[in-house]
């Protein structure tokens, strides 16, 4: 019963989960002709997109009902009063089509309109269901109310119902995507969602994209930064891509997700050959009875039907036990889950799961009842009376079936524990992998100054203080500044660079980052030298990772790099590379190391070079002693230069690293428990088969003893036919493991899915569990009795 409710409730929480991030409907209206708008340059991978390029697609693209653009980002949000407290927010900047076309109806006011999309037009704000409970107090009237984000006042046209998280649950505000009243293309910042047209398909929009694109350069010829529209297209040749929304965010984790239902699955495979073994035993033992109510003129069919009845009793209770399991699962994930898993607030266990449980629970009676009624309707009945007479329960062929069922009790037991191991091997392999910069006694946070106080150089002002002050605290070793932190939250812009010798062509991400910053996370220096102090750099000079040299310019060790030119295509400007650092890994630790260019924290003397000062910036911190002691220092820093700007985002380096590896860490918890269930399940398995042939050769034992066999010869016996259920389920587990190889290959880091000594592990466990499994019944065959085992002849 327990083994039973166990395999339902995995799979039946797998199943919730599978459900509720893969399969579920996103929550809007036809929510299957939603897509995501995506633009590939070849050998760059994805780019974002300029804000004016829905405006192209929506005056010409014949296949979509609707298009918008978003972007999500941070924001300093407060309400006006006696004593303002700014509090850094996630805030969504969407163009006014977004709402209408994704069919979201606020829960209080209305939506964007053109107006505010215009630089000159009204500044207006929408707020989520929890930001107008907290900061508002649910008030009525917030429509028409004002709150300040960035120092900007902007004015509350709506309220967003509980149940909308466009893109994120995360957003608290949703601002207008502001778009320039001119030609000029603007930031290519947005990510795009249209609405497919009743009836087409996302290959044919992606067709009509791409005969679509080459209009953004009438309607808006000139990029913000210099030059003209027609030359970027020409240059970079981008590529619409359109790609079902659902799918899009759910790609990462979905092979994930299958492998882990698919373990879910092997799980109540094995607890259904549990329970199957032990009815197997029960119709065994009850043959005799069976064959009394035959003779006396009971149809098989209605002796069968006596199995039926106790299947579905067993069934229904052990799916009964298991919603509560699964409940509890799925609250567990929910709370404790990793953070960059899609749509996990949105899991439950709903009408869906319940009829899967219900589902599983049918099939389990159904398997439960096949068993022994099959063996009750191919019995004989004179043998059956037969054995009863003399106290038999079965004979050799029934035992087969039994041996044959554990077998494959043990072959599953393998596949599922090999898959645990590598991915065991994988999590020891990037754990044990450097990440190219120290994270030791390294402590991170973020500040975001408000664009209408800051302009470029009072930011890089602020910034330059802030880090003379904190390098001056006496726990402080170094400490810098950067728009984004290895492995941390946020993405670096990607900027298509040209090598000016060779012409070689390479977008690569750009991180903004002051003279300290490579000091703090001991990233080497290889080549060259670092960014001087800010204020003497000229905004021109650039430092490339050893990757970076690698890409441009073919040069390995990244020695040849320095004093070389490279400039930003399509037409300028220049810069000249000052110094080559070691490689870090900054999506996780099991993505290779991406090529960077490394930007100085300046307002530039050149006014053809593109100002490098942000607002939203992360201070990073070496420093001896404890975090705790060291976090209100910097707080009482940040606050002496600008009371308004808020601190959030505190965390040490070694927990961003933590973090990196959560989605693996919940992988292998749950990959360990399904091979230890089923290395459990496979061991009770074996411990029946085998105590049940012990039972049946008692006599044969007894007689071996008499005639002179020792104990040991004995259990030995015993053992060798435990080990050959063992060998024969290492083989057809072999099998399982071979076919799961090209799902596996996906989440292995640092070892292949072939991997011997892993393989070798994996069979070691299941002989030892098997050795274990066999013991009790070896060491009763050898304890047997001669005389008493006569007396039963």
């Not at 409730?9 to 209206?29: I, K, Q, S």
């Not at 209080?108 to 704000?125: H, M, T, V």
């Not at 990510?191 to 009438?218: F, I, K, Y």
């Not at 008499?706 to 050959?724: D, M």
């Amino acid at each position: 019963m327990l083994a039973l409710a166990l395999g339902i409730g995995a799979a039946g929480a797998m199943f919730a989960v599978v459900y509720g991030v893969l399969l579920a409907p996103l929550p809007y209206p036809d929510a299957d002709r939603l897509v995501d708008l995506g633009l590939r340059t070849p050998g760059n991978g994805d780019s974002p997109q300029p804000l004016a390029l829905h405006l192209t697609y929506a005056r010409h693209a014949r296949t979509l009902d609707g298009v918008g653009f978003h972007r999500t980002g941070s924001a300093n949000v407060w309400t006006e009063g006696d004593d303002p407290v700014a509090q850094s927010v996630v805030v969504t900047w969407v163009s006014a089509s977004v709402l209408p076309l994704l069919r979201a109806t606020p829960l209080l006011g209305r939506g964007f309109d053109a107006e505010e999309e215009l630089r000159s037009g009204p500044e207006a704000a929408i707020l989520s269901e929890a930001e107008w409970r907290t900061r508002f107090g649910a008030a009525p009237d917030v429509i028409g109310g004002t709150v300040m984000v960035n120092s900007v006042r902007r004015t509350i046209v709506g309220v967003m119902p509980a149940g909308f998280a466009f893109p994120t649950p995360a957003t608290r505000l949703w601002l207008p995507a502001k778009r320039n009243d001119d030609a000029h293309l603007g930031d290519f910042a947005y990510s795009g969602v249209a609405r497919l047209a009743p009836g087409v398909t996302a290959a044919q929009a992606q067709r009509d994209l791409a005969d679509v694109l080459p209009a953004v350069a009438q309607a808006f010829p000139r990029l913000d930064a210099g030059g003209s529209t027609a030359a970027w297209l020409a240059d970079t040749a981008p590529v619409p891509v359109v790609v079902p929304l659902r799918e899009h965010v759910t790609a990462d984790i979905a092979p994930t997700l299958w492998m882990l239902a698919a373990a879910a699955g092997l799980v109540l495979l094995v607890a259904w050959a549990n329970v199957a073994n032990l009815l197997l035993l029960r119709a065994d033992a009850r043959q005799p009875e069976f064959a009394v109510r035959a003779a006396l003129g009971a149809g098989r069919l209605r002796n069968a039907a006596a199995f039926l009845a106790e299947a579905v009793l067993l069934g229904a209770t052990a799916g009964a036990l298991a919603l509560p399991l699964i409940h509890a699962a799925i609250a567990a994930l929910v709370a404790f889950g990793p953070a960059d898993v899609p749509r996990l607030a949105e899991l439950g266990v709903g009408v869906p799961t319940a009829a899967f449980v219900a589902l599983l629970a049918t099939a389990s009676a159904a398997v439960c009842a096949a068993v022994p009624a099959g063996r009750l309707l191919h019995a004989d009945r004179l043998s059956a009376l037969r054995d009863g007479a003399r106290g038999a329960s079965a004979g050799t062929p029934r035992l087969r079936l039994r041996a044959a069922i554990t077998a494959l009790q043990m072959a599953v037991a393998l596949a599922v524990t090999t898959g645990s191991i590598l991915l065991l091997r994988t999590a020891h392999a990037l754990y044990a992998q450097h990440p190219g910069f120290d994270t030791a006694q390294v402590t991170t946070l973020r500040t975001q100054l408000p664009f209408a106080r800051y302009d470029d150089a009072a930011s890089v002002a602020f910034y330059a203080r802030l880090a003379e002050r904190v390098r001056a605290l006496p726990s402080v070793r170094s400490a810098g500044v950067a728009m984004k932190v290895p492995l941390g939250r946020g993405e670096m812009p990607e900027e298509t660079f040209r090598a000016d010798a060779s012409g070689r062509r390479r977008s690569l991400p750009v991180n903004i980052v002051d003279d300290g910053y490579f000091s703090a996370l001991s990233i080497p220096l290889l080549a060259g030298r670092g960014f001087r102090p800010l204020d003497a750099e000229r905004g021109t000079d650039v430092v490339i990772s050893r990757r970076a040299a690698q890409a441009l310019f073919d040069d390995a060790d990244g020695t040849a790099s320095v004093g070389r030119r490279l400039t930003l295509a399509p037409a300028g400007p220049a810069y000249t590379v000052i110094g080559v650092v070691g490689d870090v890994r900054d999506r996780d630790l099991a993505t290779a190391p991406e090529p960077v260019l490394y930007r100085p924290l300046v307002v530039p003397g050149a006014p053809d070079v593109e100002p490098a000062a942000r607002r939203n910036m992360a201070l990073v911190v070496h420093a001896s002693g404890a975090p705790d002691a060291l976090v209100p220092a910097l707080r009482q820093i940040v606050r002496e230069l600008d009371p308004t700007v808020p601190v959030y985002g505190v965390e040490t380096l070694d927990a961003v690293l933590r973090a990196s590896t959560a989605r693996l860490s919940l992988v292998l918890a749950l990959a360990a428990v399904a091979a230890g269930v089923t290395l459990l399940l496979g061991a009770v398995g074996l411990y029946g088969v085998m105590s049940y042939m012990v039972a049946l050769r008692t006599r044969e034992f007894g007689i071996r003893a008499a005639l002179g066999a020792t104990p040991r010869t004995i259990a030995r016996q015993v053992a060798a036919h435990a080990l050959a259920l063992t060998v024969a389920g290492i083989a057809v587990g072999s099998l399982l493991h071979a076919a799961a190889v090209p799902f596996l290959r996906a989440l292995l880091y640092g070892v292949t899915a072939g991997d011997p000594p892993t393989l070798a592990a994996a069979v070691a466990v299941l002989l030892a569990t098997a050795a274990v499994a066999s013991w009790l019944p070896a060491r009763r065959a050898a304890r047997v009795a001669p005389a008493a085992a006569l007396r039963s002849l």
